[in-house]
């Protein structure tokens, strides 16, 4: 666990690293489930689910310069006593394990369906977690450098997807607010899960070089974030109209079939392969915030325990569900209720902090 302390993160691996967290799973259902609600107005709905993510990021920095030095599972068991802190941290971790089985298995139901493979999931599951653990063992080093390297991987594939933009109905897009203002305002509870990952402020605020630049780089990440889940939401809608994206399970997927390459014959196919790398980054950087509260709640030399015990949990919550709807239910479920888990706490801390007069020590 030493390698962890004295790793620093630099501004470019934070913008990494988060833009690593949040973007993943999201690009191929977020336009369906958006649309949804909101019908051509999606794009609204994610610009606000981008400013309600700005002023959590701002809630979880307040209270992370409250407690400069210490991670989450440090602070909590400062700020709510041993035995509560300890419980919220052992929630927190749930969440993390259950979130990278739960990405894990949604991208495998995609794989399967397009590609067609016939390996067993369970084989599939295992070759994945082993990188995923292997990550985790390897520290806060590994992990940033390695997201940075996807970042830069997979980033291209987001060029290629405007390109039929250009030939599109703009009247798909028409007019605003076409059903008032509420629809988008629903639908901006499922953009708002699609954000999630920013609360890894309150994991990695100690490692951060440059704190003094942390407020801004950090938003810099979530409009990245909104940039890329509202351009694809538009363009999708721009392509295909409202009806047939509401009908497609994966309407980004078949988007790019659209996309004409002399060099590829099928370029859904080649962003399947490609962005298979980056539901690993996501899983892993879950799985790694996990292992590492879990860490810094009983002995930082305990990590690369941690990082080989818990493997189990993500591999059962992957394979439990038997289809696709049972496997969104566990991505709903999970992302809905850890959604309130992780609002929830910082909010909670910083309010018990303020009444028990709390200080850094």
Not at 100 to 128: D, G, K, S, W
Not at 255 to 261: D, G, P, R
Request: hydrophobic fraction near 55%; proline fraction near 4%.
């Amino acid at each position: 666990m030493k390698r962890h302390e004295k790793r620093k993160i630099s501004q470019f691996e934070w913008y990494a690293i988060l833009i690593g967290a949040m973007v993943g799973v999201g690009v191929t259902t977020l336009p369906r489930e958006v649309t949804a609600e909101a019908g051509r107005d999606g794009w609204i709905s994610i610009t606000i689910a981008a400013l309600v993510v700005l002023i959590y990021s701002q809630i979880c920095i307040y209270y992370a310069k409250m407690f400069p030095d210490k991670t989450l599972a440090q602070s909590s068991v400062l700020v709510l006593g041993k035995y509560l802190g300890s419980a919220v941290i052992i929630l927190y971790a749930l969440y993390t394990f259950i979130t990278a089985a739960a990405v894990l298995r949604m991208f495998m139901e995609l794989v399967y369906i397009y590609i067609q493979i016939t390996v067993p999931l369970i084989l599939i599951l295992f070759i994945n977690l082993a990188i995923i653990v292997y990550l985790s063992r390897c520290g806060l080093g590994t992990l940033s450098r390695f997201t940075i390297v996807i970042m830069f991987a997979t980033g291209p594939l987001f060029f290629l997807f405007f390109q039929p933009a250009f030939a599109g109905e703009y009247v798909n897009l028409l007019p605003v607010l076409e059903w008032g203002v509420m629809p988008p305002l629903i639908a901006t509870q499922e953009a708002v899960l699609a954000f999630l990952g920013i609360e890894l402020i309150l994991i990695f605020y100690p490692y951060i070089n440059n704190k003094k630049s942390f407020s801004r780089v950090t938003t810099l990440a979530i409009g990245s974030v909104w940039f890329i889940y509202a351009s694809i939401t538009a363009v999708v809608v721009l392509m295909m109209g409202v009806e047939q994206v509401e009908l497609i399970y994966w309407p980004f997927l078949e988007h790019m079939k659209l996309v004409e390459m002399e060099i590829f014959e099928r370029l859904d196919t080649l962003f399947i392969y490609m962005w298979t790398s980056k539901i690993v980054l996501v899983a892993g950087i879950q799985y790694f915030a996990g292992t590492f509260s879990l860490a810094h709640l009983t002995n930082k030399d305990y990590h690369d325990i941690w990082s080989l015990a818990c493997w189990p949990i993500v591999l059962v919550a992957a394979w439990y569900p038997d289809s696709t709807p049972q496997v969104e239910e566990l991505a709903g479920t999970t992302a809905l209720y850890g959604g309130i888990l992780i609002v929830a706490i910082p909010i909670i801390l910083i309010i018990v902090a303020k009444i028990r007069g709390v200080k850094n020590e």
